[in-house]
T-cell receptor, first 111, second 106 residues
Framework: DTAVSQTPKYLVTQMGNDKSIKCEQN?????MYWYKQDSKKFLKIMFS???????INETVPNRFSPKSPDKAHLNLHINSLELGDSAVYFC??????????FGPGTRLTVT | KNEVEQSPQNLTAQEGEFITINCSYS?????LHWLQQHPGGGIVSLFM???GKKKHGRLIATINIQEKHSSLHITASHPRDSAVYIC????????FGTGTSLTVIP
């Protein structure tokens, strides 16, 4: 069983559209994260959720919104997509103070 | 200036060599992570350190909190170690280094 899964793996969409990326973990972790890796392979944290509370919220555009229906899921919604949003988005999870487990990534291409 | 600096940026080694990747940071931290990103894109957490030294197989990670410096060592390197190694620190938020691209030649 995959510990941290993301769907879809690839997402191609046009500017201005609204899209969502889903993340699920079956590890019983209490914290989940979203990261963005840009074309230069630089990783940056976007959000993390602990027990359904946002605990880190980086200076990302408010077009990005995390949604956590339960402890095992943290979905990423993106409104009014822009060309600069093209990147690989990684979900991860961890127990408090422990190592993170990463999902396989979602490659978003905005045309 | 990035809060986390790694060196070298690129590294090529012959199979069997001892490899060291360095990470320096400028913020107060609660933990330091070493991550490995495979050529296919997947990311694996190798170590999480807050002090001292940890060892997993051929990989060793050390951290010196006073000097704000960590090293990742790979003993008896193998072509399958070829990957990008990323240092990340947890302060009030997470900060990432730009990664070290390692290529191990048979």
């Amino acid at each position: 069983d995959t510990a941290v899964s993301q769907t879809p793996k690839y997402l191609v969409t046009q500017m201005g559209n609204d899209k969502s990326i889903k993340c699920e973990q079956n590890l019983g972790h209490d914290t989940m994260y979203w990261y963005k890796q840009d074309s230069k392979k630089f990783l940056k944290i976007m959000f993390s959720y602990n027990n359904k509370e946002l605990i880190i919220n980086e200076t990302v555009p408010n077009r990005f919104s995390p949604k956590s229906p339960d402890k095992a899921h943290l979905n990423l919604h993106i409104n009014s997509l822009e060309l600069g949003d093209s990147a690989v988005y990684f979900c991860a999870s961890s127990s408090a103070g422990e190592e993170q487990y990463f999902g396989p990534g979602t490659r978003l291409t905005v045309t | 200036k990035n809060e986390v600096e790694q060196s070298p940026q690129n590294l090529t080694a012959q199979e069997g060599e001892f490899i060291t990747i360095n990470c320096s940071y400028s913020v107060g931290i609660s933990a330091l992570h070493w991550l490995q990103q495979h050529p296919g894109g997947g990311i694996v957490s190798l170590f999480m350190l807050s002090s001292g030294k940890k060892k997993h197989g051929r990989l060793i990670a050390t951290i010196n909190i006073q000097e704000k410096h960590s090293s990742l060592h790979i003993t008896a390197s193998h072509p399958r170690d070829s990957a990008v190694y990323i240092c990340a620190v947890r302060s009030n938020q997470f900060y990432f280094g730009t990664g070290t691209s390692l290529t191990v030649i048979p």
